[in-house]
């Protein structure tokens, strides 16, 4: 007959089991030498008085493995809930952006696939948009690069509170951002995000008593209509944002 240990005991460290196998046997032991002590004769009994006396032994020797194993079970909780919780905090900041505190790319592709999976299994629809800030680089030279960093955190704050709370802003790199749209089932919802993500830039932003005139261009994308995956959503999005980067340039050329 072949046994099959259970996943969960497979699990537990070696000296716990050493522990509880010793602990069962001790008590069975206990138990059973009890009861050859009651089947005795009298007589019997008298001389092998020290039968009972090595099973109150062996009794309070199972009882401090019991206390052992006890101190030993609620040490490896401790020590598992850390991990856990340290596993959870290396994941956040792995998919942290340091500077602004929202998402980065990595995130944002994860959160893409994951509203793709929920989107084909609801029939819903997912909305990407993708921004890149004009001029930064020159911006960023003529105030300092610590003054723009500061910038982008503010830039990454108010791209926050323009959007719903479900939806993921990312900065991406540099002078990128990128947000998804989760539960956009229309291409007009999608164009309601765009005009709010553009009234960010509306106003000058304020730093250090300083107004800074920052425009973006924005790019659009609509799954399954514009792209079936991360990848494909983003390149249709930058596209838009290329498009609109060759008018730009052609109408400053003309004029």
């Known amino acids: ?51 009972p006396a090595r099973a109150s032994a062996t009794q309070t020797e199972a009882g401090d493995l019991a206390r052992k194993l006890a101190e030993r079970t609620r040490e490896a909780e401790s020590l598992r809930a850390r991990l856990s919780a340290n596993e959870r905090q290396v994941r956040e ?3 942290t952006d340091p500077l602004t505190g929202v998402g980065n790319g990595m995130l944002l592709s994860d959160r893409i696939e994951h509203a793709i999976t929920r989107g084909r ?47 993921t802003v990312a900065h991406v790199h540099g002078d990128r951002f990128a947000i998804a ?4 089932f ?12 553009q009234r960010v830039f509306a106003e000058p932003f304020t730093l250090d008593d300083k107004e800074i005139e920052l425009k973006a261009r924005i790019g659009s994308a609509l799954f399954p209509s514009d792209g079936e995956n991360a990848e494909t ?23």
């Open 1 to 51: 007959m072949r046994l099959s240990i259970p996943s969960e005991v497979e699990s537990v460290p070696p000296e716990f089991l050493y522990l509880a196998l010793t602990l069962i046997l001790g008590l069975a032991i206990g138990f059973y030498a009890g009861q050859v002590s009651t089947r005795r004769s009298r007589s019997a009994r008298t001389a092998d008085a020290v039968v």
């Open 93 to 95: 900041r792995a998919l």
């Open 121 to 167: 299994r609801h029939n819903a629809r997912l909305g990407i948009i993708v921004l890149d800030l004009e001029a930064f680089g020159a911006i960023n030279e003529g105030i300092g690069r610590p003054a723009g960093d500061r910038l982008l955190v503010e830039v990454a704050r108010k791209l926050r509170e323009a959007v719903r709370a479900e939806d």
């Open 181 to 184: 749209l989760e539960g956009v």
């Open 186 to 197: 229309e291409r007009e919802d999608l164009e309601r995000a765009r005009e709010a993500v």
């Open 233 to 255: 959503l983003l390149r249709a999005a930058e596209q838009q944002l290329s498009i609109g980067r060759k008018r730009k340039r052609a109408a400053t050329q003309s004029s």
